[in-house]
Structure formats: C-alpha cells, structure tokens
C-alpha cells in the first residue's frame, strides 16, 4: 500500500513563508508570561516557546539560562534535545523509503535485521504503532548497568533481538523505545546511510531545518543548552545524569530549535489528509477542550531535556516547547498556551507545589525501601545527605522533593508523592499521585 508521509514535496513558499511574525494579539506575550513565570521560577522548565498560527508566529519567548553554571541565558536560536519527538522523524523516513519501495510497512523488520530473533514475524508497522511486544530498554537491567557506555545499534539488536516479547505482537499497545531505536537501525540497512545523515538529506535538507541533527555524534553541538535534572532545594537543579547519547537513536537522539520545529509542524499541518494517517506513526492523536482535534507529541529524556509539540490542524495553531530541564511539565503548559490562543475556558498548568529544605534524618530514613509496583516492576527510595532519592527499573536516582508534612513531589514527571503507614506508623507502601500503590517489600 502506498503511504504518504509529510514532507513528500516542500514548496519554496512554505520555507519563505515560516520566517514571518504576525503581530501578537493584545496582551498575548504577557499572559503567557503570565502562566509560564511560575515553573521558571520554580526551576521546572527554562527553554524556548513558540506558538504559531495560520503560518505566522504569534509568540516567540524565551525563559531561563542556556548554561546555570556560566549564566547563558536561552535565546531564540538556542538548540535543544528534543527527545521523542525524534520519532515523528524516524517514522517520516520509513514512509520515505516506503515510498520508494525499497521496504514495505507490512514487512517482517526481521527481514531487515536477522538478529531480532525472538519473534520473526513482527511488522515494521508494529514497531511503528508501539504494538510489536518488544520490552522498553529503560526497564532493561543492561540498560541500567550500560547506560554510560556506547551502545551501537547493531550491538542493541543483538541484545533486545532475543529478549522475551512482553506480550504476543497485535495484541496491544506498549510504548517502546527500543523499537525506534529498531527502526533506525531499519532506516540505515536498507537506504546505505548512517541513520542521521538519511534524515539529513531527506528531511531536514528539503525543509531548511539548518539548526536539526543528533546529539548521538563525538562532535560537539554548537549553541546546544546544557541538560538538567530537577535538583535539591535551594537550588533546585542539577547537572543531567550521564547516559551516553547512542542509546538514543531512533527514539529520542535529535536536537533542534523551536523554529526549525516549527517548519516541521506546518509540513504535518498541511498532510494531515495523507493516508494511513500521520498521528499513526510517531504522533499521537488528541481531543482537546472537548472537541478540538490535534496532533502531538512530547519528549523525555535522562540527558536533561523535555519538548513538547502540537498541531491543531483544522484551527491552524502549531505550539512548540523546548525545555532543557528534565521536568515533565511542558505538555500542560502547551496545552494552556492553546487553550489561551484558541480562547477557551482551558484549565490552567499547575506549578509545582512549595518546596521545602529537608536534611536527610532518622524521619526520612523510614521512607527508605523498595515499592514493588507490578510483577518485575518497582521503585527504589533512597536517601542522601539532602533528602529522598527515587529510582524506577532503570536505576537513575532523582530528587524526591519535600513539600512537608511527610508529602514528597516527584518533579521529573510532576507527581505528588505519600507513603501510607499501618497503626503502629511504620511505612507500608509508596501511593503515586492516587493513580497507584507500591507495597513495600524486602
């Protein structure tokens, strides 16, 4: 079946068209100043907002430093992780080769990549739809004990391609990293280039998006913000944790700007006829303020970066977020940033709550345990000198922030945070925001 991706023909006019600023409604830069401020200052998001409409920029800001240590501060052209949003670049590059029939989306990517050994007959386009069965690296234990050494993608489909399938592929859906990451390794045996230099040429090339490429290079990035994690108060942020950037491929390895985004949003504006759909691969489809439609997709990734990008097609808005601090609160910001262009009674991000200073003491100790969330899935709380430590599968300790009174707030993914304790006060269990409960275990 032939399958029409974005970016099949990029006219010179659209390129032209992208660098163009409409004047802002009364009071916009303000107001969304208004709802951005807060996380600034609570040290949860510092990057670059763009929000567009009808092919013109609306608004273009910029918040935070580029470089805490060296007090650089973010600038319109400031480059950025962009985290899964890589993946609506990995699925348009399959679609190209589909197109040119040097693959098909119904193919067995095990015809691609003989090392996927543990199920043959998983599709190309289930690796697309996150349907194949394929485990998440992240909860892989070599991922928590390689996650700083280099992790080629050959050697990574050596290493997935015979793991158990966490379910029979078709029968529903998981996200999975690891098959982007396949898919990448797809994109560079069949077109005979190295993943980033096909969606190079392919791409970025045709679009104009010059300040686009992969943080998954030796070579250094210029303009590139520095990464981090959300950090201990008083000063709330950290250097990111050190994982090499291969493991990223296909899933999460580009960095970009929030104009060259901007270009790729428009491109996905004006194919949101093709067939099958664009929101089916690398996108996923939303319903916002009750009836209106969009596209989008966020980006999270250990290396200190969060984005979030969002189309709505059939009200011409595009809005872009490039944050580089691990903190999860770029799609609900976005999602206000709409509501307030578009007019509607949206509701309002939520800034993270009041923080406190808690050394870490006999009172905290007690949280201290592993919380078994589901057969071969936990969480591990810890403490330091400064306070709580929490890990999931992969191993990567963040700040469990205090907010008092024995309630935490996990900030990296925006979660408040308690610990149920039985008649005689000792702690039983971990609750995660009341979405759900770890026991505690030995």
Known sequence: MPMRTILIAIPVALRAQTGATAPSPTGLPARIDAIVTPFVNARDFSGNILVARNGRVLARRSYGQASYELAVPNAVDTRFGIGSLTKTFTAAAIGRLAERGRLSITDAAHRYVPELTSDTTITVQQRLLHTSGVPDYYVLPEYMARRGQEMPLGEFARLVGSKPLDFKPGERFNYSNSGYKLLALIIERVSGMPYAEFLRRELFVPLGMTNTGTLASPALVPKLASGYNPGFAPALLQPASPVDRSWLDGAGSLYSTVDDLWRWAEAARRERTAAPPVQAFGWGPRTRFGSVSSIEQTGRIPNGYTSYLAVYPDSDLVVVMLSNVQADVVEQIGIALAGLTLK?????????????????????????????????FALTVTTDAKGLLLAGPDGMFLPLNSTGGGRFFFRPLQVAITFPRDSAGAVTSLDWGGQFSGRRVR
């Open 344 to 376: 509607t009674n949206a509701k309002l991000a939520t800034p993270t709550p009041t923080l406190t200073q808690e050394l870490a003491s006999d009172s905290l100790s007690r949280y201290a345990g592993r919380y078994e969330i589901g057969p071969g």
